[in-house]
């Protein structure tokens, strides 16, 4: 309804495999080359994405790709190979770092970053690479590569005028979920403010296609389409300043998106947290990142830089989530 249905499918979904296709402990830890904990947790939150490290580990990509130069599909597929393949006790992920710029222009090897930017840029990345070799793909078969087939929903824009009580509805496709938490103390809270109409006055007034001029209305965001991999960032920049908000958030291990649907009736949709991301430090500017991911053995683990660290639910449970990921 309302939305353009695409034109060919670049990655079909029923090939997309959540579960692991074999258990073992976790791969070892990433050296940090001195301001690279942004890029260490990312990558191993991805590498322990069970059906993004299912498709990287079948070589599927690399074997058709023909890119010349960069190609953040095949870097990441040659990284998830070493970290859950080769011995070694601890992995440089060189390549991440030599083509950083290609990334995200942003980013500097030698200069602190920050671990939503990265894994913004990095989904972005793979996501180029995804459409390279396509030339003129309509936008919505845009949102059928593996990264959108994984990652990706669709979120509703409801705009009801006030004053005729027109209502207008879009859709845009997401990779991630941006949440404010400035005045919620959980994850469901901060997800059922993020559903919750907001009214459009004064410089915020948009336009009605029937009154024709601008007026005072309501705007609700709903999921329209749920991803199979649910990427939430806790926004801890409280202002431009780097002040940070720095209390705990709770978050469950499994989390019902149904609720925030645009249609709420139905069964349950049923998520399961598998990483999550923590920035510990005084201000957004500073600090230091690490991470907690589920391994295919099915235990939790601490992954900071070099150390990999075995731990329980509690302990994961506990933290100052950043970013959040949950699988269906």
Same mark, same amino acid.
């Given at each position: ?18 579960d ?12 940090n ?11 191993q939150?991805?590498?322990?994405t ?24 095949c ?20 390549a991440?770092v ?23 840029c ?17 936008i ?27 209502? *207008? %509805?879009?859709?845009?496709?997401? =990779?991630?979920?941006? /949440? ?5 103390? #959980?994850?469901? $809270?901060? &997800? ?19 009154c ?16 199979k ?30 609720p925030?649907? *645009? %249609?709420?009736?139905?069964?349950? =949709?049923?998520?399961? /947290? ?5 920035? #510990?430090?005084? $201000?957004? &500017? ?17 992954m ?6 075995n ?6 449970l ?11």
């Open positions: 309804e309302g939305m353009a249905l695409p034109q060919r499918i670049l990655f079909p979904p029923e090939e997309i495999c959540m692991w296709q074999q258990r073992q402990r976790p791969g070892p830890g990433l050296l080359l001195g301001n690279t904990c942004y890029i260490n947790v990312i990558l939150c991805l590498t322990y069970p059906p993004l490290a299912n498709y990287l580990l079948s070589r599927d990509h690399s074997q058709l790709c023909h890119q010349q130069g960069f190609c953040m599909m870097i990441m597929e040659a990284h998830v190979r070493k970290v859950l393949r080769s011995s070694a006790n601890v992995i440089w992920p060189r991440v030599r083509d950083l710029k290609f990334i995200g222009e942003e980013f500097e090897p030698d200069m602190a970053g920050d671990a939503y930017e990265f894994l913004r990095a989904l972005e990345a793979m996501q180029r690479a995804c459409l390279s070799g396509s030339s003129d793909v309509d919505s078969s845009q949102t059928t590569t593996i990264i959108h087939q994984i990652f990706g929903g669709f979120l509703k824009y409801r705009v009801t005028c006030l004053r005729c009580q027109a209502v *207008s %509805d879009s859709y845009k496709a997401f =990779l991630h979920v941006l /949440l404010d938490i400035k005045a919620p103390s #959980s994850l469901t $809270t901060a &997800l059922e403010d993020f559903v919750t109409p907001k009214k459009m006055d004064g410089k915020y007034c948009l336009k009605c296609s029937k024709e001029k601008k007026v005072t209305s309501s705007k609700r965001v709903t999921v329209y389409r749920v991803p991999v649910f990427t939430v960032c806790l926004e801890r920049a409280a202002d431009h300043t780097g002040k940070k908000i720095s209390k705990i958030v709770e978050y469950p291990e499994y989390l019902d998106l149904r925030y649907m *645009s %249609d709420t009736a139905g069964e349950p =949709l049923l998520y399961s /947290l598998y990483a999550l991301v923590v920035h #510990s430090g005084d $201000t957004c &500017l500073d600090g230091h990142f690490f991470c907690y991911t589920k391994a295919s053995n099915g235990l939790w683990y601490k900071d830089d070099e150390s990999v660290d731990c329980g639910i509690h302990a994961v506990r933290q100052q989530a950043y970013l959040l990921f949950y699988a269906r």
